[in-house]
């Protein structure tokens, strides 16, 4: 074949290709936003089976090890010896006299090996069925890859649970503001008139106010004595209320903008009613300037349950979240003693750059024909 | 243009109303009312409880009344200059909140100033040398801004400052000039305190306002009017600043509006961390003792000087340019 009916050919497929085909090779070419995608499906799969991946229960006190550092995973011992399998270095535990401060140091005389798909103690996987394997460990010592905290829990197990908390309120939360946008924009964008108006009114007003103070307000009137789950809940709630504005500002935007065009004109002379016409013809229309929306309210989502939970009138222990856990890292002297508590942190800025750097690519590949 | 800030003012005003209703929802939702907290408090302190007091307190809050005239006597008595009293600091809210109104709006002024003032340039200059270093640096920055959630940068921020400088960023004034009447010296001491803050409110807004400029201004260059101007041989830079720089600041302008509330938000999270003395700060503390009152009013305070500066930033925007208020 010669050079130039591999162009034409290759012209040819681009004209043949469907929107969807066309927004897909335009999103793979976007090279951070395909980083940002590899990332979120990494945290996701850590956080829905967070159990497996934890190593330990999350809410287990080592008592032994209260504060303990991290535990370097190494190759290569004290004598120079390489392993293959990585190990870890027992922990013993050491007392200033002076200040009574508890040191943790490394033991090279003990190499714990990490072993994979190990069995341990019996646990509820999804709190559903009885699971006894998890994904790494070693067969007997401690083993706190991210340290512990004051009450000798281990991080890096309380880290998993937090991841699956932290990014399942921004999907339950978009998912609200979802439908309440869609709704109201819909009938805002659809209708017109009078019904319009106040709607628009009421979606300045709510976006003219301050989110953080009223997500804070409402926060903390919650019930003392309500559920966890309920706690979740009311915080999701609470976050979308506001989300769900601007959503509904593009669903009506984008509503105005097709309703005139010839194909709705056409479906309506045609004898199509309205529901036909928004879900057939209209929502197809605009669905990924939606996915664009969504993809970039759930940072925000993640961001404002993050910091609720940190003041410490978001999600409240036993459940754990990045912003529960941070709360642990609230003062310099603490942070300073043991940093490695602003673990958590690092996690809820990677979470929410991938989600951006995944919305900008969206929004690049949205418009194909740009 | 009189009918549209008169347009505006009424819009304000029903904003406002409809802003106190919500606080005073946020009052009355925590279980038991004001009275018998106070009741408890005075009895838990040992105190004597005289109830011809409690008697007269109820009458003066309407606590016998039903929720919708509650309202309104919190209203009336609001409109009076009485806020209701705080029992936790056993104070008025009116005094407690007068107190930190000034902190509160110089922090927003001076960080909504400074967000603008770095924006704009970088914005600008990365656009105009898109793809450059300094093109990239920003970006980063930009992404990092957004991402990073105020109270973690502040975090951040101030363990690098005890690092590097040896001094605690936390509060507005070190301790010896925290109670100290004004003076010059503790106008310096304020002013080191000051960068921490300012940079923690404003790097989320600092970060989307640039990206914005840059990509109003990208769009912008590519105009044919800009490349007739530099055929003619305008110089580059008063062509630059002359044409495209005005047009593509339009949307920086109108994001006045929104800019306000964020800040607000920001300042607020951010006090609670930094131990600021405004009122974000005072509103925390009274969520968490559930000092309704308190917060309550600190919710519609915040509020209704969001609505306000977004109404006086919309007007001067219209005075800025008359196309706008056709949008």
């Not at chain 1, 309920?230 to 504005?245: K, N, P």
């Not at chain 2, 912008?220 to 530099?230: D, F, G, L, S």
Request: glycine fraction near 6%; hydrophobic fraction near 50%; charged fraction near 15%.
């Amino acid at each position: 074949m010669t050079k130039q009916a591999d162009v034409i050919q290759k012209e040819e497929k681009y004209y043949v290709a469907t929107q969807w085909q066309l927004m897909r090779q335009k999103f793979v070419k976007h090279k951070l936003a395909m980083a940002g995608l590899v990332v979120l499906a990494l945290l996701y799969t850590l956080g829905i089976f967070s159990d497996f991946f934890a190593t330990q229960d999350y809410q287990k006190r080592n008592t032994r090890y209260i504060n303990a550092p991290p535990q370097r995973i190494r190759f290569i011992d004290a004598d120079g010896h390489f392993h293959l399998r990585p190990f870890v270095y027992g922990l013993t535990q050491e007392m200033d006299p002076e200040t009574w401060r508890r040191t943790y140091v490394e033991d090279t005389s003990v190499i714990q090996p990490i072993r994979f798909f190990v069995r341990t103690d019996t646990y509820k996987f999804w709190g559903l069925f009885d699971a006894n394997i998890r994904f790494m460990g070693v067969d007997e010592g401690p083993f706190f890859l991210f340290g512990t905290d004051g009450s000798g829990r281990d991080l890096f197990s309380r880290v998993m649970y937090a991841t699956r908390i932290s990014l399942t309120v921004g999907l339950v939360g978009v998912f609200l503001s979802f439908v309440l946008g869609c709704v109201f924009g819909g009938i805002s964008g659809y209708y017109g008139g009078k019904i319009d108006m106040v709607i628009q009114r009421v979606i300045e007003f709510l976006l003219s106010i301050p989110t953080i103070p009223l997500w804070m307000a409402l926060a903390a009137a919650l019930p003392k004595d309500w559920e966890t789950i309920q706690i979740y809940f009311a915080i999701t709630i609470i976050l979308s209320m506001v989300g769900w504005c601007s959503l509904a500002r593009v669903v009506r935007g984008k509503l105005l903008e097709v309703k005139q065009k010839d194909f709705v004109i056409a479906a309506k002379l045609a004898g199509a009613n309205d529901w036909q016409i928004i879900t057939r013809h209209l929502l197809p229309s605009f669905m990924s300037y939606l996915i664009v929306s969504i993809t970039l309210a759930i940072p925000n989502m993640i961001i404002g349950e993050t910091a609720l939970s940190f003041l410490g009138i978001g999600l409240r222990p036993p459940v754990v979240s990045w912003g529960v856990l941070l709360q642990d890292a609230q003062n310099v002297r603490t942070i300073n003693l043991h940093p490695w508590l602003l673990i958590p942190a690092v996690f809820v800025v990677v979470a929410v750059l991938s989600f951006n750097f995944l919305g900008d690519g969206l929004r690049d590949a949205a418009d194909p024909y740009k | 243009m009189g009918s549209y800030i008169f347009n505006r003012f009424c819009y304000m005003l029903i904003s406002i109303v409809l802003m106190s209703v919500v606080a005073f929802i946020i009052i009355q939702l925590p279980p038991g009312d004001y009275l018998s907290s106070y009741i408890m408090q005075l009895q838990a302190s040992g105190e004597r409880v005289d109830p011809a007091q409690v008697e007269s307190l109820r009458r003066q809050y309407g606590l016998d009344l039903p929720m919708y005239q509650r309202y309104f006597v919190w209203v009336k008595n609001m409109l009076r200059g009485d806020f209701g009293r705080s029992f936790d600091w056993n104070m008025p809210v009116r005094t407690l909140i007068a107190s930190r109104i000034p902190m509160t709006v110089a922090v927003s002024l001076v960080t909504m100033l400074f967000t603008y003032l770095v924006a704009i340039p970088f914005g600008i200059y990365s656009a105009v040398k898109q793809y450059s270093i300094v093109d990239y640096i920003v970006t980063v920055l930009g992404f990092v801004g957004l991402a990073m959630p105020n109270f973690l940068l502040a975090l951040f921020l101030m363990i690098f400052f005890q690092r590097v400088f040896g001094f605690s960023p936390g509060g507005l004034f070190s301790p010896e000039y925290l109670n100290a009447p004004w003076s010059f010296a503790r106008f310096v001491d304020m002013l080191k305190h000051l960068p921490v803050p300012i940079i923690v409110i404003g790097a989320s807004g600092m970060a989307s306002l640039m990206r914005v400029m840059r990509s109003s201004l990208l769009d912008e260059i590519k105009m044919k009017y800009v490349t007739n101007a530099r055929a003619k041989g305008l110089k580059e830079r008063v062509l630059l600043f002359r044409y495209p720089v005005r047009v593509a600041l339009n949307p920086i302008l109108s994001s006045i509006g929104w800019m306000f509330p964020q800040i607000l938000s920001g300042a607020t999270i951010t006090a609670i961390v930094l131990n600021l003395p405004t009122v974000g700060a005072l509103m925390y503390r009274a969520l968490l003792s559930q000092d309704m009152y308190l917060a309550g009013t600190c919710v519609l305070f915040l509020t209704v000087f969001t609505l306000v500066g977004t109404f006086i930033s919309d007007i001067l925007l219209v005075c800025a340019d008359p196309r706008i208020r056709f949008d």
